[in-house]
């Protein structure tokens, strides 16, 4: 039982790289997120769909595209990375109503 | 402008004992309140949730309370284990038509359980 797989886990980029994050999820979920994690700020989202073909901003979108690739499949993507992308990323996946969010293990991301 | 606030950046208990973890919150429109664990290297865990027509939830162990006049919430973890040391996040959605119920979390509290 996968639940929510994020690839990679780890990568180091430099500075204008580009970079897409990868997030797949096992649940039938209808909603997926994106967030970051920064020492002492908590989880803030970054981008989020609600359900399959539709995709909103949240509170960090600044620097980053998504796409809602099928039901499944929600990447986040850098085109030019700067170093205050440096973070934990965290996807995430929710059925509906008031279930909550399951979440991956993480991506940790560098930017030199 | 932080809506979701834990203003104890760690606790130490020991083995046994009550943990009681808080949270405060400035956003009138929040209605649902969760509380995620989460370990090192791993993604946070969901635990337990309120909705804002009840003031207790109980699950096993963990106790959430919610005092909508004080916009505060608390976790109680009885009795306290070893494996609970972690870092604790609370978390709060508003129902908005529309929307896909994003959480605004707090900054987190490292629970630390001694033996």
């Known amino acids: 039982n996968a639940g929510v797989t994020q690839t990679p886990k780890f990568q180091v980029l430099k500075t204008g790289q580009s970079m897409t994050l990868q997030c797949a999820q096992d649940m039938n979920h209808n909603s997926m997120y994106w967030y970051r994690q920064d020492p002492g700020m908590g989880l803030r989202l970054i981008y989020y769909s609600a359900s399959e073909g539709t995709t909103d901003k949240g509170e960090v979108p600044n620097g980053y595209n998504v796409s809602r690739l099928n039901k499944r499949e929600f990447s986040l993507r850098l085109e030019s990375a700067a170093p205050s992308q440096t973070s934990v990323y965290f996807c995430?996946?929710?059925?509906?109503?008031?279930?909550?969010?399951?979440f991956g293990d993480g991506t940790r991301l560098s930017i030199l | 402008d932080q809506q979701v606030k834990q203003n104890s950046p760690s606790l130490s208990v020991q083995e046994g004992r009550i943990s009681i973890l808080n949270c405060d919150y400035t956003n009138s429109m929040f209605d649902y309140f969760l509380w995620y664990k989460k370990y090192p290297a791993e993604g946070p865990t969901f635990l337990i949730s309120i909705s804002s027509i009840k003031d207790k939830n109980e699950d096993g162990r963990f106790t959430v309370f919610l005092n909508k006049s004080a916009k505060h919430l608390s976790l109680h973890i009885v009795p306290s284990q070893p494996g609970d040391s972690a870092v604790y996040f609370c978390a709060a959605s508003a129902r908005e038509a529309g929307t896909a119920s994003k959480l605004t979390f707090g900054t987190g509290t490292r629970l630390q359980v001694t033996l």
């Open positions: 995430a996946s929710r059925k509906g109503g008031n279930q909550p969010q399951h």
